[in-house]
């Protein structure tokens, strides 16, 4: 097993009983008509019955007066009224099956579903499932470059072979498209949120044009990333201010163009006035003009106009003590909120400052009622251990979904802002930044394909649960023993905790320079502040931690008082957000009844062992899971232990000389000393 394959196997069921009667509700499929994506959801539903069932199942174009088999089809009828136009009714009468939706993609996602059914055992003949996506925009977010490389892609090259496109297409994009298909995408951005202008050429647009006509039979549509000064770098205009008539037109024109080449694209994702990028602020305008500017020439036509509300300015800590960046998006986008075309969504990732493992909710959810605001996750495991660590994401997503923000009182949502029952948003967006590559496996670590998969899962229907969309995964990739799949599944869900305790706990975030793998907290020298590890930590001699409330920097006024009441009082603060929001003494006690110092040690040593524990429970697995599979998880084990231990060591190191205090037992010192740790890191900065 190569995991090439991802979760669509479809191996034979080894169950022969199972099989059987599985066998006796499938002995055809029935569908008709030339819709492109109807024809997908049947040859996708034909190829999973005939590997799982051992045997070829004939396509009718009607059941006529035959049962036994399944049926697809589009109905507006009654029985679909309550779905979405994407979701699906999949209902067994009479013996026969009928996967229904209103529209042809929703019949896909029927087909899936049922396939699901049967990878993970369950009985088909009294299925009814109905299922609506709770959210319009499922989409990935490729940082994938022109030459090939990906920005934080941990897992090859990029999957575009951009230098082949358009004449040759590699069937792995089929394959791309079918797994994302399975899981609900509906949309992927191909290149890079640091855009290169070169995407909007006519030469690149056939490219990209290949890419789509691939990916329409599932129903993905293909998004691009612009460049905010192409007027001037492509277009030879003097400017690209966005009030600027040429300018307009320019856009207008290359977005005609754009759809003269892919007729059903999806739409436009920018980063602006943001980590150098070029924007309507180079011009004195704002982020609205620049979003507004894209949405009028976007009018003639379907597309989206995506706004990438990820900004900070220069925070210069020392002429503006209460400077920040953790407020940066909201004080920027928060005056625009009305401002914005309605074809305008504003995107913005689930933390306030940059997908750390584990930071607070973002306070813009919450505060823009009139501006649809997607959500933006990372998949790439870019400060989650690259591809070596095991990192299981669905709880890290479920927690800012779940997080309550109290806009509308309790039980107001991230999930309920962004799916927009909140705010009643007429458009709604999940984005995830992908971690797929050119690795045969896709994904570099087998694991990681695990968070892909939650990502769809959750962009769907984020009211499933981690454990759930966990266990499906491992009963579709790895194993159907039931005893493996409880100890993968509780070792899954333990992950990410366990790598935020040996990497950033009690809410330590950031300790990187450029690399955001190894920590280096001593790191305090960059061309800005907000660039150091010091910024974020602020160790002293008196303790340790980010004030943000008042006394500090106020971030916390962001929110409202329900959630700045809990976290600005040290002693109600959870202590996941502790350092997030306070500058700690060394010796104060924590709610768990010890010191910061000796809560911290804890964290840091029990982190790295529970590493050795996630080996342990992986060694026991071993016979219910591939042995290539298992190997090669087993190997990265042994890495993320190392690289764990390394890491308590580099921080407990460090700390240790702002706190003064001897490593509190049962925990060893160290065996190496600061020195040598950091030596250790920089190797890894060393160019
Ligand atoms: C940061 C990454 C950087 C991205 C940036 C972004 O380090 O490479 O360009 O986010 O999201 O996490 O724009």
């Known amino acids: 097993e190569d995991g090439y394959r991802l979760w669509l196997k479809y191996d034979l069921i080894g169950d022969v009983a199972k099989r059987q009667a599985y066998a006796r509700s499938a002995q055809f499929i029935a569908s008709s008509g030339t819709d492109p994506i109807l024809k997908t959801a049947t040859r996708e539903l034909q190829l999973g019955l005939?590997?799982?069932?051992?045997?070829?199942?004939?396509?009718?174009?009607?059941?006529?007066?035959?049962?036994?088999?399944?049926?697809?089809?589009?109905?507006?009828?009654?029985?679909?009224?309550?779905?979405?136009?994407?979701?699906?009714?999949?209902?067994?009468?009479?013996?026969t099956i009928t996967i229904s939706g209103k529209t042809s993609a929703g019949v896909l996602y029927g087909a899936f579903a049922l396939l699901r059914q049967l990878q993970t055992q369950q009985p088909l003949e009294a299925i009814s499932l109905t299922s609506s996506p709770k959210v319009q925009f499922?989409?990935?977010?490729?940082?994938?470059?022109?030459?090939?490389?990906?920005?934080?892609?941990?897992?090859?090259?990029?999957?575009?072979?951009?230098?082949?496109?358009?004449?040759?297409?590699?069937?792995?994009?089929?394959?791309?498209?079918?797994?994302?298909?399975?899981?609900?995408?509906?949309?992927?951005?191909v290149n890079n949120v640091n855009a290169s202008a070169r995407f909007m050429t006519a030469e690149y647009l056939q490219k990209v044009a290949a890419l789509a006509d691939v990916f329409r039979p599932y129903g993905i549509k293909v998004y691009l990333s612009v460049y905010f000064a192409a007027p001037k770098t492509l277009g030879g205009l003097k400017t690209s201010d966005p009030l600027d008539p040429q300018v307009r037109k320019w856009w207008a024109d290359k977005v005609k163009e754009i759809y003269q080449t892919i007729p059903d694209f999806g739409g436009l994702l920018v980063k602006a006035n943001s980590?150098?990028?070029?924007?309507?602020?180079?011009?004195?305008?704002t982020h609205a003009d620049g979003a507004n500017m894209l949405a009028e020439a976007m009018k003639p036509y379907d597309g989206v106009i995506i706004w990438r509300a990820f900004v900070y300015k220069a925070a210069d800590t020392s002429d503006r003590p209460t400077a920040d960046r953790f407020k940066a998006a909201h004080e920027e986008f928060t005056p625009l909120d009305g401002q914005f075309d309605k074809k305008v969504i504003v995107q913005?990732?689930?933390g306030p400052i940059d997908f750390q493992p584990r930071e607070p909710f973002s306070p813009l959810f919450g505060n823009m009622p009139k501006t649809?605001?997607?959500?933006?996750?990372?998949?790439?495991q870019e400060y989650l251990g690259f591809a070596t660590h095991m990192v299981y994401e669905a709880p890290l997503f479920k927690e800012c979904l779940e997080a309550d923000t109290y806009v509308n009182g309790k039980g107001s949502t991230v999930a309920s802002i962004v799916d927009g029952s909140l705010h009643r948003y007429s458009k709604t967006l999940m984005a995830g930044v992908a971690n797929a590559g050119s690795a045969r496996n896709w994904t570099g670590h087998p694991m990681a394909q695990a968070n892909w998969y939650a990502f769809g899962r959750l962009a769907w229907d984020h009211t499933l649960s981690s454990e759930a969309i966990a266990r499906e995964w491992i009963a579709m990739t790895l194993t159907q023993d039931r005893q493996a799949t409880s100890r993968i599944a509780n070792l899954m869900m333990k992950s990410r905790d366990i790598y935020v305790d040996y990497n950033t706990p009690i809410g330590l975030s950031r300790p990187w320079s450029g690399v955001h793998f190894a920590p280096e907290p001593w790191q305090n020298r960059s061309s800005r502040p907000d660039w150091t590890a010091v910024y974020y930590h602020r160790a002293d001699s008196l303790g340790l931690g980010f004030d943000r409330t008042a006394s500090g920097s106020n971030a916390l006024a962001q929110y409202r008082p329900d959630v700045r009441r809990q976290w600005e009082d040290p002693?109600?603060?959870?202590?996941?957000?502790?350092?997030?929001?306070?500058?700690?003494?060394?010796?104060?006690?924590?709610?768990?009844g010890k010191t910061l110092w000796t809560e911290l040690c804890t964290r840091f040593y029990t982190g790295a062992d529970s590493v050795r524990w996630m080996q342990q429970e992986w060694a026991l697995v071993k016979p219910a899971?591939?042995?290539?599979?298992?190997?090669?998880?087993?190997?990265?084990?042994?890495?993320?232990?190392?690289e764990a231990i390394w890491w308590?060591?580099?921080?407990?190191?460090?700390?240790?000389?702002?706190?003064?205090?001897?490593?509190?037992?049962?925990?060893?010192?160290?065996?190496r000393n600061l020195e040598e740790v950091q030596q250790l890191v920089n190797i890894y900065l060393l160019r």
């Open 50 to 95: 005939q590997g799982l069932l051992g045997k070829a199942i004939p396509v009718l174009t009607s059941a006529g007066n035959r049962t036994g088999g399944i049926v697809l089809t589009v109905t507006t009828g009654t029985d679909s009224q309550s779905l979405a136009p994407e979701g699906y009714r999949i209902s067994a009468n009479n013996r």
């Open 138 to 189: 499922r989409m990935l977010n490729h940082w994938d470059n022109v030459d090939g490389s990906v920005e934080r892609g941990y897992a090859g090259m990029s999957l575009w072979k951009w230098y082949e496109l358009p004449e040759r297409v590699d069937p792995r994009y089929r394959d791309y498209a079918r797994a994302n298909a399975s899981l609900g995408i509906n949309g992927t951005v």
């Open 275 to 285: 980590e150098g990028e070029p924007g309507p602020q180079d011009y004195g305008r």
């Open 625 to 642: 899971v591939d042995p290539a599979i298992h190997a090669d998880v087993s190997a990265r084990l042994a890495t993320q232990h190392k």
């Open 571 to 592: 002693k109600t603060c959870p202590l996941p957000y502790l350092l997030w929001f306070h500058h700690v003494p060394w010796t104060q006690k924590l709610s768990s």
């Open 648 to 671: 308590r060591d580099a921080w407990v190191l460090y700390l240790q000389t702002f706190a003064k205090e001897p490593i509190p037992a049962p925990f060893k010192k160290p065996d």
């Open 372 to 380: 649809p605001l997607g959500i933006e996750f990372q998949i790439t």
């Open 348 to 350: 913005v990732k689930n």
